[in-house]
RNA sequence: GCCCCGAUGGUGUAGCGGCCUAUCAUCUCGGCCUGUCGAGCCGAGGACACGGAUUCAAAUUCCGUUCGGGGCGCCA
């Protein structure tokens, strides 16, 4: 039989008032919870907005409707039609009565994945089903702040004058070094997943486009099994032309703080669902030299395995520093600070060196605490330099043939960095977790779903 | 790549040689209930990852496999 009805959402659960009292409204979402009371039943509906509590009258209203509301299982989705009531009893000062129900899809039991149960689910199983898990308010909130941070980031860019690109995912070369990838068969040929849109977003500034930004994925084929890592993840990555290390700074601080300010202005509600309190960091952020870091960690006598011997020893000039030395340093900076001046050995081979000391390198990080959240740095634009930076490295120029071209024939200088959009969306919600804050994860383990 | 740890109903767990025909909660199904909102009450259902070994006896000990969790390195 042909259903006449119009099955149209006309109010979210959250935007019901007493405006609505006595009117008829249609609602459309899941079905929390059912308490039958016999002849009288309670239907929590749950929708994006929140829950609405149905109030079913076996007396006073049809038979059919009564029994199908009361034995519809819970997570079925549904359309409710009803008149709102204004309601003492009720929690919310107000429900639903409803005349007519529309089951549009059933839900099977029993449920992989309670929504509402009281017992936690390990990640792996919310994992599984993730569909389940996102009806969870708590974590549907990780999802509202992860896009205002990417939208904030892409606002700043947009007001700065860049413009937003978007590079290849499939290459030829082992780009940049430093890390394994996903190899790939390409028509017959061996292909890559990139690790970074580093080279492109550089080619980019041979261009006069001037100013661009990514914000797309990126692959690294590292084993590595921490919850601070991913296989893929999103890159939030900008580069900048005719300027210096300072101006790139200063886009990542504005980026930052607006992701902040941003989500406390529009998920208040979010942030209290996931019971998380934040404040927007003042700029500019602090800013530590490298050597300043390894004089602290030296000076408490922070050991470290020497790479050559695998021996245990103080930690000195030129080491990298280590996770347990970001925790000591996190002790008195938990939040967001600069490290600058690293020495050049400890930066990729298109790091500019400080005109001062060519040692010391113009790259930098982010961190968070301990956590590093951005790298980035002036970019070496002279050609001749370059290949003697990449040789020096043990790179094959070879793999590098498109990339260099762009500086052979008039490459401004430019800076700029790459930021992890998981990790700051991670900061953000307080998560420990960097699982969390994607849909679907892919790790060493997981490649479904 | 190196190192730890774990696997018990749909979900989360207790048990750590015989007391296990396996605990508790949640869940599912059935019954009672006109104000529930962590509903309550009555009844029922459902599990020792897989393979091998030790033993009179294994969920429990040992070995292997598979799957999972975490740490380090590396990085974002």
């Not at 449920?111 to 308010?137: C, S």
């Not at 930052?256 to 209290?272: F, G, P």
């Amino acid at each position: 039989m042909k259903d006449y009805i119009n099955w149209k959402r006309t109010k979210f659960a959250a935007e019901i008032g007493e405006d609505d009292y006595n009117t008829e409204v249609t609602l459309c979402g899941w079905v929390q919870y059912t308490r039958d009371l016999g002849k009288m039943a309670f239907i929590h509906l749950r929708d994006r907005s929140g829950v609405a509590q149905l109030t079913a009258l076996s007396k006073t209203m049809d038979k059919e409707i009564f029994d199908l509301i009361v034995s519809v299982p819970r997570e079925s989705a549904i359309s409710v039609r009803g008149i709102v009531k204004q309601s003492t009893q009720a929690k919310a000062g107000w429900e639903i009565i409803p005349y007519k129900v529309k089951v549009m899809g059933k839900a099977s039991t029993p449920l992989p994945l309670g929504v509402v149960d009281k017992v936690e689910a390990d990640m792996d199983t919310r994992l599984d089903n993730r569909f389940l898990d996102l009806r969870k308010p708590h974590i549907q909130s990780i999802f509202m702040i992860r896009s205002t941070i990417l939208n904030a980031a892409r606002e700043v860019f947009l007001e700065e004058d860049f413009v937003e690109i978007q590079t290849p995912k499939i290459v030829a070369t082992a780009t940049e070094g430093g890390t394994a990838l996903f190899e790939m068969n390409y028509f017959d040929k061996k292909a890559y997943l990139n690790q970074s849109p580093q080279l492109f977003k550089q080619t980019m500034m041979a261009t006069g486009l001037d100013r661009v930004f990514e914000i797309g994925p990126a692959f690294r084929a590292e084993e590595h099994d921490t919850v601070r890592h991913l296989n893929e993840y999103t890159s939030i990555d900008c580069e900048m032309a005719w300027g210096d290390l300072d101006d790139s700074l200063e886009i990542l601080e504005k980026v930052i703080q607006r992701a902040y300010s941003n989500v406390l202005n529009t998920n208040y509600m979010d942030l209290e669902n996931l019971q998380h309190k934040i404040v927007s960091p003042e700029r500019p952020f602090p800013r530590l030299k490298y050597g300043e870091i390894i004089e602290k960690l030296a000076s408490i006598d922070l050991e470290m395995a020497d790479e050559v011997s695998g021996k245990k020893r103080t930690i000195e000039w030129g080491d990298d520093i280590p996770l347990e030395g970001f925790r000591e340093i996190a002790k008195d900076r938990p939040s967001l600070y600069f490290v600058t001046e690293w020495p050049m050995k400890l930066k990729p081979f298109y790091i500019q060196p400080s005109p001062d000391d060519h040692e010391i390198s113009q790259g930098f990080d982010l961190n968070y605490g301990e956590k590093e959240l951005v790298s980035g740095g002036q970019r070496v634009h002279d050609p001749g330099q370059l290949k003697t930076l990449i040789k020096e490295r043990g790179l094959d120029l070879e793999g590098f043939k498109f990339y260099l071209k762009a500086f052979d024939y008039g490459m401004p200088p430019h800076s700029g960095w790459g930021l992890g959009a998981e990790r700051l969306t991670m900061i953000i919600t307080g998560l420990s977790n960097v699982r969390e804050t994607v849909l679907f994860p892919r790790d060493k383990h997981r490649l479904t779903p």
